[in-house]
């Protein structure tokens, strides 16, 4: 993300403010001031207390492996094939909804914090923390995207632990994923446990395995 041409960056944020009494008169008046200032901020206000270009660098990272994950995941839902592609091609679909939806709220964020959420498939897999691998078996395919799974996971973890108390929307919409994500893994260690032996044991071999 192009962050440094975003509109409302384009100039020095204000300092945030020191914290305010709301209950007291000259807080609430104090407030008051603070809100009037610098609308076109919109939800970024003087007492964000977030490094904004980081944690617009970090939510665009999240974005792109959110993409890059859906992706791989309806790539998987077409191509999952055996006996037991049906029910796994089913949880690949429903997972590539959720990704989805955690890339459209990570847009979202970017956009309330006067970023540009960017979706250009040129630089998406550079941004990426999680690789699309296509898979040649549905073993491959399980463990690639329970790999992503936990990629994203230690990723969404340090994001949390570094924002702290400084954004506590970002950080809300964070756990909600990272809540997701741990799901998803466990789903995918299950199927994968499911799987007969000698599948699981195939996948070791590289020569087995197609990289996308
Ligand atoms: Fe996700
Ligand atoms: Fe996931």
Not at 39 to 61: E, I, N
Not at 91 to 114: C, N, P, T, Y
Not at 136 to 164: K, P
Request: aromatic share 4%; hydrophobic share 40%; with cysteine.
């Amino acid at each position: 993300m192009n962050i440094t041409s975003s509109r409302r960056l384009d100039r020095a944020p204000p300092a945030p403010s020191p914290e305010v009494d709301a209950a007291a008169p000259e807080g609430r008046d104090s407030l008051r001031t603070q809100a009037r200032e610098h609308l076109a901020d919109g939800a970024v206000t003087a007492g964000y207390g977030a490094k904004r270009p980081q944690v617009l660098a970090l939510l665009d990272a999240a974005l792109a492996t959110e993409l890059v994950c859906m992706l791989r995941y309806r790539r998987h839902h077409f191509m999952a094939r055996g006996a037991q592609a049906k029910a796994v091609a089913d949880e690949f679909l429903v997972h590539s909804v959720q990704e989805q939806k955690h890339a459209d709220w990570l847009a979202e964020r970017i956009a309330q914090l006067g970023g540009a959420p960017d979706f250009s498939p040129d630089s998406l897999l550079r941004r990426s923390h999680a690789q699309y691998v296509e898979g040649a078996t549905l073993a491959d395919m399980i463990g690639e995207n329970l790999v992503a799974e936990r990629i994203a996971i230690d990723s969404y973890r340090s994001f949390i632990a570094m924002l702290q108390g400084d954004d506590p929307t970002t950080r809300r919409l964070l756990e909600a994923i990272l809540a997701t994500e741990e799901e998803h893994a466990d789903e995918l260690a299950a199927l994968l446990h499911g799987l007969p032996a000698a599948w699981v044991e195939r996948r070791a071999h590289p020569s087995s395995r197609h990289g996308g």
